[in-house]
Nanobody, 125 residues
Framework: QVQLEESGGGLVQAGGSLRVSCAASGRTFSSLSMGWFRQAPGKEREFVAAISRSSGRTLYADSVKGRFIISRENAKNTVYLQMNSLKPEDTAVYYC??????????????????WGQGTQVTVSS
């Protein structure tokens, strides 16, 4: 069983930056593929970014490409999502997710086995 705990959400003005973090426990972190999804009010959960176990592969949703950066620090059992040039449409609950196996698409929620409780990110215009 893997436990995931997000932190770092909050309120930021449009154009600003924010970094959310996710600490994992329960399994060797380097064996986990990690991802971030988000869900805005009234919308379905959507893929944001993912990173492979070795950090050799990353994937981003088109809507965040060039603005968000996913990274991981295996020594701290933590994955990060650095969000720059934030827009009001980035407002959502951001969920950290993990898989104990290599991912195929990296963007399908069904590929992941564990989810955090989420952290709210609000971008004001």
């Amino acid at each position: 069983q893997v436990q995931l705990e997000e932190s770092g959400g909050g309120l930021v003005q449009a154009g600003g930056s924010l970094r959310v973090s996710c600490a994992a426990s329960g399994r060797t972190f380097s064996s986990l593929s990690m991802g971030w999804f988000r869900q805005a009010p009234g919308k379905e959960r959507e893929f944001v970014a993912a990173i492979s176990r070795s950090s050799g592969r990353t994937l981003y949703a088109d809507s965040v490409k060039g603005r968000f950066i996913i990274s991981r620090e295996n020594a701290k059992n933590t994955v990060y999502l650095q969000m720059n040039s934030l827009k009001p449409e980035d407002t959502a609950v951001y969920y950290c997710t993990a898989a104990g196996w290599a991912l195929t698409t990296m963007s399908a929620s069904s590929e992941y086995g564990w989810w955090g409780q989420g952290t709210q990110v609000t971008v004001s215009s």
